[in-house]
């Protein structure tokens, strides 16, 4: 089974990359941009049963992988 | 619209921050874990024609948001 998780910095936390990546956009020529947010990708290959599994990928996603004080995630099970 | 990117190591790259992702979990007691993959999450808020932002999405992936030699990505458009 492949967990997808997508990291994301809270909306009313400061996004330095984000707004770099933006600026570095702009330069670019780019326009009608209005917002950029970056965050943290990842999937993980893991055997069991899906709904234990559903269980670690959560705990593990609070626990290690995302800072819940400053960061939002979510995943899906495939 | 919001463009949501995904940019992922190739497959035939190392990924030493999934491996260390991966070892950090089995540490901690997580089991069945076969693989760990890590990459960047971002979204682009942009306005425009939907055909021109895909290919604009597109062009800034190929030249700034990734690194084609050893990163894979992909969009959709919201």
Chains 1, 2 share one sequence.
Do not use: W
């Amino acid at each position: 089974m492949k967990a997808k998780i997508v990291i994301t910095p809270k909306k009313a936390v400061l996004d330095p990359q984000g707004k770099a990546v933006q600026n570095a956009l702009e330069h670019m020529g780019y326009g009608g941009i209005q917002a950029v947010h970056v965050g943290k990708y990842m999937e993980i290959e893991i055997d069991g049963e899906r709904e234990s599994v559903r269980k670690q990928i959560d705990e593990a996603c609070h626990k290690l992988l995302s800072n819940p004080v400053i960061e939002d995630y979510h995943f899906q099970l495939e």
